[in-house]
Every structure is written in C-alpha cells, then in structure tokens.
C-alpha cells in the first residue's frame, strides 16, 4: 500500500485547508486510516483516525471541533478537512494506514502507537502564520 499525502501550504490563522491522502489500493479493504502531524522539534502525534467503513472517527482533543475527517473509499481517498487554523497547527502531516478487526471500538483504536500503523505516507507541511 503506497500513500501520498498531499494538500498543505501557507495559510493564515483562522484559515482552512483541506488535506488528501491517496491510496494505492481501495481504502474500503478494511483499511483504518490515521492523520498525525510532527512539528518542529517535537515528537509526532496523533491527529485523528477513520475506520474503513468511515462512520467511527475520532480526533485529538487539540483539534475537535475545528477539523474534520471524511473518506471516500470509491476513489481510495482520505481528507482531512482542517478549518479556523493556529499557528500552533503548523507541522508536518502525515497520513497513515493499518488493517484492524471491525470489532476494535475506534477509542482503542485512536490509542495505538504510531509502531502499529504500517503504512505511511510522505508528509504534507502545513504553515500557519499569525
């Protein structure tokens, strides 16, 4: 599974952006699929998750209500939607992709190490300016 993230650039806070992630494959194979973003000189973290069906999302605190993931499985893509941006936003991002059983609630799911994601795209970076 090749993925490739793209999507960023320079907005101003309080602007949006809208992230894509291909898939090389159809999304729809069961494929959880994570965004995580690294800013400079901090470790990477988690920015949300989607189950393959796309109906159990789940995002960061430091992001709720203010971005959003969708999938389109049909042409084997992944969005994150990001909308009243802060600097503090600026990193980064990756998507990321991992096979899980259906049964896995997706709270667990959000809780699992960047180690269990085994695929990983290129990154897209995201400036926010203030």
């Known amino acids: 599974v090749q993925l490739q993230a793209s999507g960023g650039g320079l907005v101003q806070a309080g602007g949006s952006l809208r992230l894509s992630c291909a898939a090389s494959v159809r999304t729809s194979r069961r494929l959880t699929m994570g965004w995580f973003r690294q800013a400079p000189g901090k470790e990477r973290e988690f920015v949300g998750v989607?189950?393959?069906?796309?109906?159990?999302?789940i995002l960061a605190d430091s992001v709720k209500g203010r971005f959003t993931i969708s999938r389109d499985n049909a042409n084997n893509g992944v969005y994150l939607q990001m909308d009243s941006l802060k600097p503090e936003d600026t990193a980064v991002y990756y998507c990321?992709?991992?096979?899980?059983?259906?049964?896995?609630?997706?709270?667990?799911?959000?809780?699992?190490?960047?180690?269990?994601?085994?695929?990983w795209g290129q990154g897209t970076l995201v400036t926010v300016s203030s």
């Open positions: 989607s189950k393959w069906s796309g109906d159990h999302t």
């Open positions: 990321a992709a991992v096979r899980v059983p259906n049964q896995v609630h997706i709270s667990t799911i959000a809780l699992m190490p960047l180690e269990a994601y085994d695929y």
